[in-house]
């Protein structure tokens, strides 16, 4: 699938602004179908609320919001980090009044949306992000607001894109969304074909989903005893730890207070979990 594929040298540079506006200066943008997804399209098809509130982060070309705005939706957002992508889609939406342009970082937008679509976001993030991710999805998302588009069930050998499995997704969204549609994409395009999630998440808006920053941790051993410890808690639902031990996403009934969080892992001195962090 080299087709999917951005940057092929050069990969240990930080995925920060001026990673993704190189991609665009030098157009290697090999993720870029030319065309809105097929999975998405037929889902937003069946959509009749034309006045929805929809999010597109990392929108790249947004061939989505295009189709969208030919099909009568007129209130779309889209928000890139890239400067050079977001001034060609000013050019090419030329001020149309049904969707706003947003160049900045998607983790610090304020807002709220009946629906956000993932296309190619998700896998364009570290995968130190994923439990960030679910927290400013369930925060940006309306009362009963849905996350709705694909991800990639596959690893690939370059990254970005970084890959995932349904297991891990799974895991990831579990109490926090409630899994409206979650299989195998079933009209992808040829070179995705069976290697993509359809997903519609809709958030559960009864839950708490807070996160923590987290420090001392050393080892998956140490992940996995203290994801324990925690989920043991009342009215702790979910615990999910990043992959570089230094997030924590809990889902609960109720927030729990740091203080009990903190006894909760003083077993070993070095553990330290700091204040939730909140939106700008």
């Not at 940057?7 to 190189?22: A, F, G, I, K, M």
């Not at 929809?54 to 928000?79: D, H, R, S």
Request: with cysteine.
């Amino acid at each position: 699938m080299k087709n999917d594929m951005c940057c092929v040298t050069e990969c240990d540079r930080p995925l920060d602004q001026n990673y993704w506006d190189s991609q665009y200066k030098s157009e290697t943008t090999g993720w870029d179908l030319g065309m809105v997804s097929p999975p998405i399209q037929s889902y937003f098809e069946k959509v009749q609320q034309k006045d929805a509130r929809i999010l597109i982060p990392g929108c790249g070309n947004t061939y989505e919001a295009e189709y969208l705005l030919q099909n009568g939706f007129t209130n779309i957002t889209v928000i890139d980090i890239a400067p050079t992508l977001v001034e060609t889609l000013k050019l090419k939406f030329d001020n149309n009044k049904h969707i706003t342009i947003i160049l900045g970082d998607f983790f610090e937008l304020n807002g709220t949306f009946d629906y956000i679509i993932e296309q190619t976001f998700f896998c364009a993030l570290p995968p130190t992000m994923r439990q960030k991710y679910v927290w400013k999805m369930h925060q940006l998302l309306a009362n009963h607001g849905q996350l709705v588009g694909l991800l990639f069930n596959r690893e690939f050998e370059i990254n970005p894109p970084f890959g995932g499995s349904a297991d891990e997704y799974r895991t990831l969204f579990n109490e926090s969304f409630k899994f409206n549609h979650f299989s195998t994409a079933n009209n992808s395009i040829i070179n995705r074909a069976n290697t993509e999630l359809l997903i519609d998440l809709e958030k559960i808006a009864q839950v708490e989903v807070n996160l923590y920053q987290f420090t001392g941790i050393t080892c998956n051993g140490c992940k996995e005893t203290i994801t324990q410890k925690i989920s043991k808690l009342p009215l702790v639902l979910n615990v999910s730890i990043n992959s570089a031990f230094n997030e924590v996403l809990i889902v609960s009934n109720e927030e729990i207070s740091i203080s009990l969080l903190q006894e909760t892992i003083s077993y070993d001195s070095k553990y330290k979990i700091e204040k939730q962090i909140t939106n700008k």
